[in-house]
């Protein structure tokens, strides 16, 4: 078995997900996370390396099954990119992780907090979860992106995706 952490944000769970927790065997198609995402996210690709994302919404992923063994939401402080326009993006460096037992179905996205500079708010843009794996076929390369350690010619490719908005499907914006 090898431990692997995932990524499951929190639009994916609030669509199509199902809840889980700490102990839980789960199976879930999962997909590469590319290393364009991990700058917008703002993960450390030394410290991330192989960091996968649940994907329930392209076909051709292959799938991951594990114990879970730690869930820890995701809270990312964003700024208004100008003021007036309801338009947020990651602030750098303002990213915390918080342990819990469970993955929760609904995620917050929390108020603009009004005050000098542009106006911030903190939400919870899904958990990263720390899964004890017993089946995960190699990882599928992604848009032609640096290839992840994991990564194996033998599965097929994925149609290409457009360039995603984080921001889509967040209720409140």
């Not at 003021?83 to 179905?105: A, I, M, N, Q």
Request: proline letters at 10%.
């Amino acid at each position: 078995m090898v431990l692997r952490r995932a990524l499951y944000e929190s639009w994916q769970m609030e669509c199509c997900g199902r809840t889980f927790s700490v102990g839980d065997e789960v199976t879930w198609q999962v997909m590469p996370m590319e290393s364009d995402d991990m700058r917008t996210w703002g993960w450390d690709e030394e410290e991330y390396a192989g960091l996968l994302r649940v994907e329930h919404h392209s076909d051709g992923w292959p799938t991951a099954t594990g114990r879970v063994r730690a869930i820890h939401l995701v809270h990312q402080e964003y700024a208004e990119t100008a003021p007036g326009s309801r338009s947020f993006t990651p602030v750098p460096g303002r990213r915390t992780l918080e342990p819990v037992d469970s993955c929760p179905k609904w995620f917050g996205c929390g108020e603009p907090a009004d005050g000098p500079g542009p106006r911030r708010r903190r939400n919870t843009d899904g958990v990263l979860v720390t899964l004890d794996v017993t089946d995960l076929p190699e990882a599928v390369p992604g848009r032609g992106h640096r290839r992840q350690p994991s990564v194996t010619s033998a599965m097929p490719a994925a149609p290409p995706r457009e360039p995603r908005d984080r921001r889509r499907g967040r209720r409140g914006q």
